[in-house]
């Protein structure tokens, strides 16, 4: 299956971990020893000044990162194809009052400049104040920014007055892909709020909100109840960030995805009237495909189509995909093709 | 540990129900077997015509559960010591926008008098408009509302124009206390919607909205997720209630909790000085005990104080806890007593 | 009438003022010459530091005032009958996310050990942190807090890290009361941010947020907008402000109401089967009468039955009550009384 | 002063009728009989099942008109000029939860197929639902729907299950542009909720939420309190309604806008190095003038610069402005023109 890389299921070391956690009773609510020894290993890989906030899915950990960096009357910077203005029903919206506002983005990317388009609405009462731009890291196009492209992002921002989150909910895949340490990408090139997920990479349903400013991490704890994110059994949740952290296995899985991934692009592209459409730099091949092949070729790998008109569909590596399935993928593609 | 029903881990076969989830890819956001599977257990036990969606957690689903029944002009009409007026940090109001509207509680339980004393809000343009009744079975307060008592609340309710929602985080236990079906306390008195539990009884996090009106169920699903309550690996979520309600493991786990609360009650009422304080119905016990004691005591099994004034402490039981634990907790209380 | 102070019309030297704005075209939005001028003279009145915010309705006051000292999962402290927790349909709720925590008033007024047993929510997740008390002064109840009482509630409130919202729709009649500058009664008091009201003193429609510290008022114009008070022709509510408050036209308007209520008051004193329930320090009469005259007297004077079940009725005394309106009235109340 | 058309002051005509209405006391709230004669002119204007709600300014009207029809999950679909998209502040985001999503307009103008597009994300759980299409007409360039493309949008948004709101702001000026009834252009053309405004037309503050549905309104009274809209005296909102309705003032004021508007798009279309960029159809005049020339004329005749890049700037004509006033401006125009 190809559809989403929350597909998969779970790692087993995860499942293992879940179960040695699985010992009597413990306080709930966070005040357990695995949360006490996730916490610290997010603190190892993104520095002391990281306060982590464990959270139950993405959208949650979007909107719980934001609402700490915008007021009801702050917008919210960000492409038009990002998941907080795409894929979460209006969470942020309805969560925090703010507006979303979207620029066109290119290969996935904002730019600076467009950033520095906002400042015209700064002081001016009937307009939204800009206050926190949102970068997507890789992009929801399996495209990804330059360390150089996120420091000038950052750095228009904070001039700005505006704080930047990034939404990691496959910053592994950017981490494994770049060869670079998880804040080399966050903190150092000026992210204020991260939302970063191992849903997606091999967890059960675990994400965390990493703040990197005490200040803004003072009252996240009662936003984090009050949004309705906050687990009783949070040595679960914890038990799942031991397990991916430790070791490095949350790299290790990434690095397949992103692998498989690059052998599925090299794979098609040798076949006729199949075409990427996006680089392939983390675990996601856009494609424009003939649309005649589409139905007959999802019951043999199950995808998604992207965009019904020319068409495009996306075909989403995991961190279990292997080898076998992606050239079984490629051969019926192929197939597929030739049928026509 | 008596400090709450969720300080208890999983119970090994939810743990193994999701091992035997974890085969293969399969489809996100709940379009998997598993979830059917849920959902059909779901519907044989609380009627055909009930609608099922899972959720993360209970706060999550009290405040589902509510959206689809009150308008943010609305008010929540429920008792002073509701887990929706004290415990979810305000999440009512900020994810709903309405009042959450207390009366005194008899018992942890309200009154259908309680009710009516709203409708003299009803048209007056000033005044939040009553549109729910939410009632928690067992209360707070481990005591339980009989079935006639639901009854001529919900006909209350529903003379008013009102919805009635309960709070059944813990339902199970009243199922298995009152030896009655859940829908009999359900939708065969009145109630329109539900919040379920399983996390407090043995789940590792897992509750569901049941709706038992086809209406209101109509766009739960975009509220599920624009109140970041969707899961994308739903078949974990779905694997924990099929594991608990198939063969009524729900029932035994409850019942067990439920007597060794009883077991506790009766072991301490030969204690001077103790003194338990409401009925004891379900799996909580509360007391009354000097407050010299307490601190030694938390540290032997730990246990909130509920009410410092007093002081009165709350005991829970938990599904896993055993007759061995409660007699050394009722020797502890005994010796920590003399020791005074 | 005795229905309410907002029964009343225009006071015709602020209908002047209007009439005197209407000159030519003005810049909307605020920067005009009689904004200009209303802001100086509230800050006359209020002192230097006190910056204003002209709204529309009182409503729209309490709530703008209200959200830059509470965040969503913060609770607005207060009596159970204060107009933010009874009379505003909700308002704070849905457009602050916040809770309204009521308490019960003692003569309409909450005492400094109520703010101090909020305390105990403070850094504990799960309950709202309280973050403002609000007091009204005069109370919907018609009574005064005396200068001690405000400094003592306010030395509570900052002490736990809460700030203080005062309800001053009609603080006009407790300075005309209390022979005392607003700024004794607010700012001097430990009061941060004020709603202040001249529509039921003879205003068209105009109340303003004072802000006593700039820190809070940095983004109010924004909070402003978003929440529907910024008008655009400015200068007619500015108009009202600087007709009310140039010449102490706001406090002769109070003094009467005040006198007026004060004549009520003492009219029925001698009046069998009718007894005044609260001490009338402002403008208000809270009486209970016999049920049987209740139509037949509305009839004559028009005005609310407070609660239906003693019954208690509210006569409120407006800034164009008469001696021979309010003479007229005891007489029709003596005579109503005879004929039961 | 081209500024904007709220720049204006009150019409005498509107200010002698909130004089008339200021006789004695009358029931606060809307039960009075200036609003029960202001609701019959309008029902005589849109037709006897229009039902109208009053409030304080255009962007309560219209976040009140929006809030009956969508949900919090809803999307509003509207231009990128709209005012709910760009000039209040997200006000529709903060109080209605719902997003705003916006297209590309033509002239100010959206299209059914723009309308059509969104059709694609109902009954899909991750996407906002689009609810209501929000056109304004005239549209915030000063152009206008024609009858035959307001009737296909309102078809293609009944067709998707979704409500279709007007921004009726400047509706007056739609109406004597084309000559039509009110009615004609709202609801015989499928609009089910209308904001329709006066303050821009001679009113001191007063729009309107005027609703075709008698099911949508049942609850529009606790919105617009809840909204903070409602009106304590309310009869002065409701005079300048009977002023302008009545004897058609409002339809002879815009009149007189439009025809300044003209006049000064015809007078400076012979000026060298300044050129119209939309047709002139209702009372706004846009232009592309020299960057140079701008700040010497905006001391002559103030206005606004629209967009700072061409630039282009925008002169809005209004009720009051003089054949006198057109022609000085003109001639500034030229001078400015000449003298660069």
């Given at each position: 299956m190809f559809a989403s890389d929350n597909s998969s299921g779970i790692h087993p070391r995860v499942l293992e971990a879940i179960a040695r956690a699985n010992q009597g009773h413990a306080v709930s609510y966070g005040a357990d020893e695995w949360t006490e020894r996730a916490h610290a290993l997010l603190r190892s890989l993104f520095g002391a000044g990281a306060t982590p906030f464990l959270t139950f899915n993405g959208t949650g950990a979007n909107v719980l990162g934001l609402s700490v960096v915008t007021p009801p009357y702050g917008s919210i910077v960000c492409t038009d194809c990002s998941h907080v203005a795409t894929?979460?029903?209006?969470a942020p919206e309805r969560i925090l009052g703010a507006k979303v506002s979207t620029v066109d983005g290119h290969l996935g990317k904002l730019s600076p400049d467009q950033v520095e388009?906002?400042?015209?609405?700064?002081?001016?009462?009937?307009h939204n104040q800009p206050r926190v731009v949102s970068v997507t890291?890789?992009?929801?196009?399996g495209t990804l920014y330059e360390v150089a492209e996120l420091r000038e992002i950052a750095a228009a921002a904070h001039a700005a007055g505006m704080r930047v989150h990034m939404d990691g909910a496959r910053l592994a895949n950017a981490c494994a892909a770049l060869d670079m340490e998880p804040r080399t990408l966050t903190a150092d090139v000026g992210v204020d709020v991260l939302s970063f997920g191992l849903t997606k990479n091999g967890a059960m349903g675990a994400e965390a909100v990493i703040v990197f400013d005490a200040e803004i991490a003072r009252d996240l704890a009662y936003q984090r109840k009050q949004q309705m994110q906050?687990?009783?059994?949070?040595r679960f949740l914890a038990a799942q960030f031991v397990a991916m952290l430790e070791d490095d296995l949350w790299l290790r899985n990434a690095a397949n995805a992103n692998r498989m991934a690059t052998r599925l692009a090299d794979g098609i592209e040798?076949?006729?009237?199949v075409a990427g459409v996006y680089?392939?730099?983390?675990n996601a091949v856009f494609a424009e495909v003939p649309h005649e092949m589409i139905a007959s070729l999802q019951e043999r790998h199950y995808f998604y189509v992207w965009e019904p008109d020319r068409p495009t569909v996306r075909w989403m590596a995991s961190y279990d995909t292997t080898d076998a399935v992606v050239d079984d993928f490629v051969q019926a593609i192929r197939e597929e093709g030739d049928a026509l």
């Open positions: 894929d979460e029903c209006g388009r906002f400042v015209s609405n700064i002081g001016v009462q009937h890291q890789p992009t929801e196009l906050l687990a009783s059994k949070m040798s076949i006729e009237r680089p392939v730099q983390a």
